[in-house]
C-alpha cells in the first residue's frame, strides 16, 4: 500500500491537505487515487486538486445532493452533468439508484480531467455513462480553458487564453444521441452557464429537459454581462419554474422564503420559490422545473410555488 493512502486513517483532527502535498511531494504516492465517498460510491480523483484532497481525506463529498438527484432519478432516466469535474455529483449518485436503468454523460473542458474520469467510469457497478470532453457553449468551433489556480481544479475559466478545446452544443448533443427527455441536468461552470444554457435553448423551450439544476451567481454571471434576473427570466421564457431547493427542512437563515415540502417519485423534498426581483448579488443553486414535467406540476400543486 502507498503511504499516501494510510492518510485517511488518521485521527480526523490530523487529516490535513498539507499532508498529502508533502507525500506526493516526496514520491509516496500517485496523485490520481480511487475514493470512496458518501453513501458508499467510488470515483477516482487527481490529489493535485485541493477538493479532492478533502474527499480522500474526509469521504464526504455532498450528500445532501446525491439524495435530490436520486429523489429525481429513482425511477430510471438521463442525466446531464455538465462542469462534471470529477464527477463526483453523477458517481455519488450509484448507490442509491441500484434497481433502475440510468445513463449519465459529463461534460468537462478540462482535457486532464477526461482520463480520471474514464477510470472512475470503470468503478461503477451499473449505469451507462458518458465522458464528454469539451467546452458546453452556443458556437461551433473552439474555445480556450484555463486554470488560474493550480489547487483548484473546479474553478477553471473559460476566456481569452489557455489551451484550446473544442466546443460542444447541447441541442447538438441531444439531436445526435437522440436522447427524448434529460431527467436531470445540473451545470456549473463558472459564469460561462448564459452561452451554455443558449446553445440548449431548442432542447429546453421543448421540454426536453425536466429539471436543471445550477449554481447562479451574480459576480461570475457579470463576466457573461448577464444578471441572476435576466438568466432567471430567460429560463421562465422556455418554460420552467425557478425553485431553491433542500432534502430537509428549511435553513435557519432562509427564513425570508416560503418553504413547502413536496413529494418527488414518492421522496419528500423541500422548495421556496425563487423571489423576484432576484437579488443581484445571488450566490446559490436554483432548480428550474419545465412546467410540461408532471414534478414540476406536482410542486406547484403542493406550495405557493410561481403562478399558483
Excluded at 435553448?201 to 429537459?209: F, K, N, Q
Excluded at 447562479?216 to 435576466?230: D, F, I, K, Q, Y
Excluded at 413529494?263 to 420559490?273: K, L, R, S
Amino acid at each position: 500500500m502507498q503511504i499516501i493512502q494510510l492518510l485517511p486513517r488518521l485521527p480526523r483532527t490530523l487529516r490535513r491537505g498539507k499532508l498529502v502535498r508533502g507525500a506526493l511531494a516526496l514520491g509516496l504516492g500517485q496523485a490520481v487515487q480511487g475514493i470512496e465517498f458518501d453513501y458508499g460510491a467510488r470515483a477516482c480523483v487527481d490529489l493535485h486538486d485541493e477538493g479532492a484532497r478533502r474527499v480522500f481525506l474526509h469521504g464526504s463529498f455532498w450528500p445532501e445532493f446525491a439524495q435530490i438527484v436520486a429523489a429525481f432519478m429513482c425511477r430510471g432516466g438521463v442525466m446531464f452533468d455538465v462542469g462534471a469535474n470529477f464527477g463526483l455529483c453523477s458517481f455519488g449518485i450509484v448507490p442509491l439508484v441500484p434497481n433502475v436503468p440510468f445513463e449519465c454523460h459529463l461534460f468537462e473542458a478540462n482535457p486532464a480531467i477526461e482520463p480520471v474520469l474514464r477510470r472512475s467510469v470503470a468503478l461503477q457497478p451499473h449505469g451507462h455513462f458518458e465522458v464528454v470532453s469539451g467546452c458546453v457553449t452556443d458556437q461551433p468551433g473552439m474555445s480556450r480553458f484555463s486554470l488560474p489556480d493550480a489547487q483548484h481544479w473546479g474553478l477553471g475559466l473559460i476566456g481569452d487564453a489557455g489551451i484550446p478545446v473544442p466546443n460542444v452544443i447541447l441541442d447538438d448533443y441531444v439531436n445526435n444521441h437522440r436522447i427524448k427527455t434529460v431527467t436531470f441536468l445540473k451545470m456549473d461552470i463558472e459564469g460561462w452557464e448564459p452561452f451554455a444554457l443558449q446553445g440548449a435553448s431548442r432542447t429546453l423551450a421543448e421540454g426536453r429537459v425536466e429539471s436543471l439544476f445550477a449554481e447562479v451567481s451574480g459576480s461570475m454571471l457579470a463576466r457573461a454581462g448577464v444578471t441572476p434576473e435576466s438568466l432567471v427570466a430567460m429560463m421562465e421564457r422556455w418554460g420552467f419554474d425557478a425553485y431553491f431547493c433542500r432534502l430537509r427542512t428549511r435553513p435557519e437563515n432562509d427564513f425570508e422564503y416560503s418553504w413547502f415540502s413536496a413529494p418527488i417519485n414518492d421522496n419528500e423534498v423541500h422548495f421556496a420559490p425563487v423571489p423576484r426581483p432576484v437579488p443581484g448579488n445571488l450566490c446559490d443553486d436554483i432548480l428550474f422545473l419545465h412546467q410540461a414535467s408532471a414534478v414540476a406540476d406536482q410542486v406547484r400543486r403542493s406550495g405557493t410555488g410561481p403562478n399558483v
